[in-house]
């Protein structure tokens, strides 16, 4: 998961500021040649800042990867040593079953070679 989340932030995060970059640099070459107050600029203005708005929205969705890559490596430092304790625990009633297993065959060959 971390690893998907990590790719995923920073193909977006590139993307979206590439997107940005280009769409800023055509709305200031643009508007240079618009005239003020016309409609057609006030297009590509607003073509620009829907572009800077979604960097700023890029860089806060990189803000939030990050910290729910964190939280998640806590809860991994938590739960690590549940499951490990778990692990143990399992493996442990096997030994005792497998135990208690040879114990019953045991005291059935005595009991076989007490009949006889």
Do not use: C, H, W
Request: glycine content about 2%; hydrophobic content about 40%; charged content about 45%.
């Amino acid at each position: 998961m971390l690893i998907v989340l990590d790719n995923a932030e920073t193909s977006l995060n590139e993307a979206t500021e590439k997107i940005a970059e280009v769409v800023e640099k055509a709305a200031v070459d643009l508007t240079g040649y618009l005239p003020a107050g016309g409609k057609l600029r006030k297009a590509v203005e607003f073509v620009e800042n829907v572009a800077e708005r979604a960097s700023k929205d890029a860089d806060l969705v990189d803000d939030f990867i990050d910290k729910v890559l964190k939280e998640e490596k806590m809860v991994e430092l938590y739960v690590k040593p549940l499951e490990e304790k778990e692990r143990k625990k399992e493996v442990a009633q096997e030994e005792r079953k497998s135990l208690e297993e040879k114990d019953a065959a045991q005291k059935e060959r005595e009991s076989e070679v007490k009949k006889n």
